[in-house]
């Protein structure tokens, strides 16, 4: 059985900046400023590290303040729905997605593979931007969220625990598959050998995501029956 891990933002859909201005919106109400938000680039980071990174830069006296990045991140996750109604249209499934999933459902049913989520958003975020474009969060079996962690690199491990915990079996190495856009998606797969999937749908181009060792580099998730391949292989 493999356990297939997605991330969200950049891989499996686009919300249009809702996540930054929400953010940049949480940062303002409850530490007074947002640090260089404009310059800052949030991809492959959790929530609580943004928080962090950001109040960081601009030198805030409660930067490590583990209670204040909570406070933020709270009040992040309750701007969110706005900012998602604000512009729907320009919100996105992104291509191929639908039918990737589709295409795993047989698999997933004969046991064959678990599908779940890998990402930065905080569990409840997560779920927000997953239902504004239409995909239900109950379609993904496990998952885990950078409200586990600040930390990217120890997500893969709390995934599979609780993989494991589902399923009764134990996924370690290569029975692991994160998929992703960003270099860090990447990175976070090797302290436990993951195999990866990166796919040049975000901010990285298929050159920058190949040479950083990805198993597989797709331009996008359209190739279904490729993509199944290398997920399940």
């Not at 943004?50 to 709270?74: F, K, N």
């Not at 890998?118 to 409200?147: C, E, M, Q």
Request: a negative charge.
């Amino acid at each position: 059985m493999r356990l297939i891990l997605f991330d969200i933002d950049g891989t499996l859909l686009w919300t249009d900046g809702a996540g930054r201005r929400a953010i940049q919106q949480a940062l303002l109400d409850e530490m007074g400023t947002t640090g260089p938000i404009d310059t800052y680039r949030f991809d492959g980071k959790t929530d609580p590290q943004i928080v962090r990174e950001l109040m960081t830069l601009a030198e805030h006296p409660d930067a490590e303040v583990e209670e204040r990045i909570a406070a933020v991140c709270r009040r992040y996750v309750g701007l969110l729905t706005a900012e998602l109604q604000k512009a729907p249209h320009n919100m996105r499934l992104l291509p191929g997605v639908r039918e990737l999933l589709a295409a795993l459902e047989p698999h997933e049913s004969e046991g064959r593979a678990l599908v779940g989520l890998l990402t930065g958003n905080l569990a409840g975020g997560a779920a927000l931007k997953l239902t504004a474009v239409g995909l239900d969060p109950a379609r993904f079996a496990v998952g885990a969220y950078g409200s586990d962690s600040a930390r990217r690199p120890e997500l893969p491990a709390i995934a599979a625990q609780r993989a494991t915990q589902r399923t009764g079996r134990t996924f370690s190495g290569a029975d692991i598959v994160i998929v992703g856009d960003t270099p860090d998606d990447v990175a976070c797969a090797r302290p436990i050998g993951a195999r990866t999937v990166a796919v040049a749908t975000g901010f990285y181009d298929v050159t920058k995501l190949r040479a950083t060792g990805a198993a597989y580099v797709f331009e996008n998730l359209t190739d279904t029956p490729a993509l199944t391949d290398a997920l399940l292989g």
